[in-house]
């Protein structure tokens, strides 16, 4: 890791779904659409978009940097069958990192990324 790059960040409870501006703590919340598993899918409608999921990254005060929310949020809440769904898995990952609210975020040098000790998932 760089040096004076910060190994503990609080959260702020912000999220956002774009990665311009940000504040320290702020979490922004970024799609994976999984295309493999729209075709896979029998009786599916294409015009309602791909299945997919939710990753996250959190901001130092000058860099996005990758927080492990798959240790931290059950696959089943951070992920949608159609892309239409996407607000409200939003809505609900919103409130789920607003309970994290003065919560230490710890980064970790194996996985290069930050997650929150004593919330993982086991």
Excluded: C
């Excluded at 659409?33 to 791909?50: E, I, T, V």
């Excluded at 939710?54 to 059950?74: P, T």
């Excluded at 769904?85 to 930050?114: C, E, H, K, M, T």
């Amino acid at each position: 890791m760089a040096s004076g790059k910060p190994t503990e960040i609080t959260i702020s409870g912000g999220v956002r779904t774009d990665q311009y501006g940000g504040s320290h703590g702020d979490i922004y919340l970024y799609w994976r659409d999984s295309r493999d598993a729209a075709f896979a899918r029998r009786g599916g409608h294409a015009n309602y978009g791909y299945p997919g999921y939710f990753l996250a990254s959190i901001f130092d005060g000058s860099d996005w940097r990758k927080l492990q929310i798959n240790k931290l949020v059950e696959y089943e809440q951070r992920s949608y069958d159609f892309a239409t769904l996407r607000p409200q898995v939003i809505d609900n990952l919103a409130r789920i990192i607003s309970s994290w609210r003065g919560v230490v975020a710890i980064y970790s040098q194996d996985s290069r990324s930050f997650t929150i000790p004593g919330r993982e998932l086991e």
